[in-house]
């Protein structure tokens, strides 16, 4: 297969969709089961928050290091064999969690999770603008949400699995003892991602044209390098911020509950609510977007939501806080969804680096849980939670201003 394959995508966009959807399934699962490896290698190895929160920085810090890689990747591959491509290097990260855990090394399955999030990259960088690609522009935060649905049940299952299997009793064994939990799991993982690889590489996928790269949005005339264009370089930091702020919500709320004073049993699941309200805010955006709700009047909901909710963390406590967290998952739910889009508009022939930029933004979810981590332990584990104050803050300013004019 070349790597731009000229033919045109069918009108029938069910099918390829429903591969995406796969992927985004993918992407939730291993993504969101981040949240259970914190709390769990807290406590197997005795970390600080800081510590711990390493998993993210580990996970996430790759989306920095290979989204323009990646983009160089699929130029040469198409994004089809780019797909399976990285599918095939997170089975090789999830693979590595087996010694990791027979010799006790937590800098190991950080070395694994960086694998898994270089895979996970190439298919980012794949899967987002293809979503966008594959119907009309003005409906692109719409088939987004579909995925969102995804990918929010793949991390509920995800709770529910590995929460069950890594903190029920984890306190009670040895640093060994609990790691050796995660072999079979992480070994059964590594054979669903190296059949899923197999299943993309030969299924009929349709590889996506420079010419239909370029369809997201009209060429703006004038313009020879992407920094030109205001609403994309705005849009990457909005990107970071969001992530951050997804992050910080979803991955710390275990442990923000065990700080005060829930037990493992209660606090396993906290994450979940956090992916309840993500997935109810993606249902209801495929019904309101874009009928009801524009992308961007979308954007702008969740980040004054977000606003609400943070400050509703910092002002309760006990579980009223705690719940003022998970609900960040409502608020987060429409951000993601209308970004791409409106980053990603009138780029023209600069739509490939444009979204690997994007995808770059990922890292603030590497980068932000760190600083909350440390907030956590030098401040205290609720005002870290101040942090997302500045984070919706902007992502609401990018609402309003920044993402309207595309040329600086």
């Known amino acids: 297969m070349t790597p731009t394959a000229t033919q045109n995508p069918p009108k029938n966009y069910t099918g390829p969709l429903l591969i995406i959807g796969l992927l985004f399934f993918i992407f939730g699962f291993v993504t969101w089961v981040n949240s259970v490896l914190i709390a769990f290698f807290k406590e197997a190895f005795q970390l600080s928050t800081l ?6 920085f580990a996970f996430f810090i790759s989306y920095t290091l290979m989204a323009i ?3 160089w990747v699929l130029k040469k591959t198409g994004f089809k ?6 599918l095939l290097v997170m089975a090789a990260g999830t693979l590595i969690f087996i010694p990791a855990a027979n010799s006790v090394s937590y800098p190991m399955f950080l070395v694994g999770l960086f694998l898994i999030g270089i895979g996970l990259t190439v298919l980012q960088t794949a899967s987002n603008p293809y979503v966008t690609i594959l119907g009309p522009r003005e409906s692109a935060a719409q088939r ?9 049940m793949a991390g509920i299952i995800s709770q529910f699995i590995f929460g069950g299997l890594l ?9 060994a003892e609990s790691l050796e939990k995660v072999v079979t799991p992480y070994l059964i993982l590594t054979g669903v991602l190296v059949v899923l690889a197999l299943l993309i590489r030969f299924s009929t996928l349709p590889d996506v044209s420079e010419e239909q790269e370029d369809a997201t949005g009209e060429t703006a005339t004038g313009h020879d390098s992407v920094w030109q264009h205001r609403n994309l370089v705005l849009g990457v930091v909005a990107i970071f911020c969001y992530v951050g702020a997804e ?10 509950g065990r700080a005060l004073g829930f037990s493992n049993e209660e606090a396993k699941y906290f994450t979940a609510y956090t992916l309840y309200g993500m997935l109810g805010g ?3 955006g495929i019904f309101l977007i874009p009928k009801v709700l524009s992308q961007k009047t979308s954007l702008l909901i969740g980040s004054i939501l977000g606003l609400v909710l943070s400050v509703g963390a910092l002002m309760t406590s006990g579980f009223t806080s705690i719940l003022c967290v998970a609900l960040l998952g409502i608020a987060n739910a429409p951000i993601w969804p209308a970004l791409w889009p409106l980053a990603l508009n009138r780029l023209g022939q600069f739509t490939k680096i444009g979204s690997a930029l994007l995808i ?7 980068l932000l849980p760190l600083l909350h981590g440390y907030l956590t332990d030098t401040v205290s584990p609720q005002w870290a939670y101040a942090l997302l104050l500045p984070l919706f803050g902007y992502i609401l300013y990018y609402g309003v201003s920044g993402s309207k004019k595309t040329t600086w």
């Open 144 to 152: 987004i949400s579909f995925m969102g649905v995804a990918n929010k």
């Open 247 to 256: 992050v910080i919500a979803g991955d710390t709320i275990i442990n923000y």
């Open 81 to 86: 064999n780019g797909m399976s491509l990285g």
């Open 167 to 175: 903190l029920t009793g984890a306190n009670a064994l040895s640093a």
């Open 51 to 56: 510590g711990s929160n390493l998993v993210a």
């Open 282 to 284: 993606y249902i209801l």
């Open 69 to 71: 890689p990646s983009s």
């Open 360 to 366: 770059m933004g990922i890292s603030g979810g590497a």
